[in-house]
């Protein structure tokens, strides 16, 4: 880890009585600044915080947020809940395959996108939700999201 990453996780754990409770922020610092959380790091901020590396690896694996591989610029999360399974979702996943060759799990060849499933947005009465980045949308269809995605460069 890098000392900026040390020194940020150091400020958040004084936050915390437990050192425990800090270990989402530190994750997310280290995602922050690596785009995602390799073995390495989950040793490292458990030294960081005082605790096992156990106990880092179950909040990373446990939060869908963090990402345990190296993912794209931008994030695609599918809700695949019933209800937007119900209103489109098998539609959107097909538009994605076909246009962009990009299945759950995937990353484009240009490393742009990566396509997740997520079991839910908590956008349900605008199904199908996804969310590119931190931006979340509901009602798309296989054309408007093709068109949302040409604003991720």
């Known amino acids: ?25 530190a994750l997310k610092i280290v995602q922050q600044a ?19 590396a156990s106990d880092v690896e179950g909040v990373a694996t446990f939060y869908s947020q963090i990402f345990r591989q190296p993912v794209g610029r931008h994030v695609i999360r599918v809700c695949d809940s019933m209800v937007c399974y ?14 962009m060759n990009l299945a ?27 969310m590119i980045d931190d931006d979340t949308y509901g009602g798309l269809d296989p054309v408007t999201l093709l068109k949302t995605l040409e604003a991720y460069p």
Not at 1 to 20: C, G, L, N, W
Not at 86 to 99: F, Q, R, Y
Not at 104 to 130: H, M
């Open 104 to 130: 759950p799990g995937q990353t484009t060849a240009d490393g742009r996108f990566t396509l997740l499933p997520v079991c839910c947005l908590g956008n349900c009465d605008k199904g199908p939700a996804i």
């Open 34 to 52: 690596r785009g995602w959380v390799p073995d390495g790091a989950i040793s490292a901020i458990a030294t960081e915080l005082g605790i096992p």
């Open 86 to 99: 119900i209103n489109g979702h098998e539609e959107l996943l097909a538009g994605l395959k076909e246009v």
């Open 1 to 25: 880890m890098s000392q900026a990453e040390r020194d940020a996780i150091e400020h958040e754990k004084h936050h915390y009585e437990d050192p425990r409770a800090a270990s989402i922020e």
